[in-house]
Structure formats: structure tokens, C-alpha cells
Nanobody, 125 residues
């Protein structure tokens, strides 16, 4: 059983930056694809970014490509999401996800094995 704990959310002005972290425990970290999903108020949870087991392959939603960067430190069992040039439409609860199988932009949320509780990101205009 993998436990995921997100941190780093908060309130930021449009154009600003935040870095989210997700600490994993209870499993072999390198054995999991890691991802970030987000859920805005009144909307369904959607894919934002994912990174392969060793960190060499990344996927991004079109809406965040070029502004967000996902990375992982397998020695620290942690995955990060650096978010730059934030926009009000990035406001959402951001969830960390882990799955032994590949996570991509087409992965359905119900197919993901493990989730964190989420961290709120609010971008003011």
C-alpha cells in the first residue's frame, strides 16, 4: 500500500510560481509511474503531468505544457511539480498519483491505483 502526501499549495498571483511536492511511502518508489492530476471547482479531475519510473519520460496536458515541469527524486521518494507562469484557470486541488503502469494524458482517473489527498492551488488575477 502506497501513501502519498502532497505539499506546497497556496495562494499566488497570476504570473507567479509554485512548486508542489509529493512524498511517497509504503512501496518501492521506482516501481511506480508518478503523476499529477487536478480538479477545479465544479469540474472533473483531469490529468496534468506524469513521469516514468526512472524519470526519463514525461507527459503533459496541453494546457500546462511549457509552463509546468514534473520531476522525481527516487532517492528521496518524492515527485515534484514546478508550476510557472500560473494563470487563474490553474486554480484547482492538485492530486499526486501513483501506478505501477504507465500514466499518460489518456489515463482515466479510475485506473490509477493510488492517490494523495490533494493540495489546493489558488491563482488570483
Amino acid at each position: 500500500q502506497v501513501q502519498l502526501v502532497e505539499s506546497g499549495g497556496g495562494l499566488v498571483q497570476a504570473g507567479g510560481s509554485l512548486r508542489l511536492s509529493c512524498a511517497a511511502s509504503g512501496g518501492t518508489f521506482i516501481g511506480y509511474y508518478m503523476g499529477w492530476f487536478r480538479q477545479a471547482p465544479g469540474k472533473e479531475r483531469e490529468f496534468a503531468a506524469a513521469i516514468s519510473w526512472g524519470g526519463r519520460i514525461t507527459y503533459y496536458a496541453d494546457s500546462v505544457k511549457g509552463r509546468f515541469t514534473i520531476s522525481r527524486d527516487n532517492a528521496k521518494n518524492t515527485v515534484y511539480l514546478q508550476m510557472n507562469s500560473l494563470k487563474p484557470e490553474d486554480t484547482a486541488v492538485y492530486y499526486c498519483a501513483a501506478d505501477p503502469n504507465v500514466i499518460t494524458r489518456t489515463t482515466m482517473t479510475k485506473a490509477v491505483d493510488y492517490w494523495g489527498r490533494g493540495t489546493l492551488v489558488t491563482v488570483s488575477s
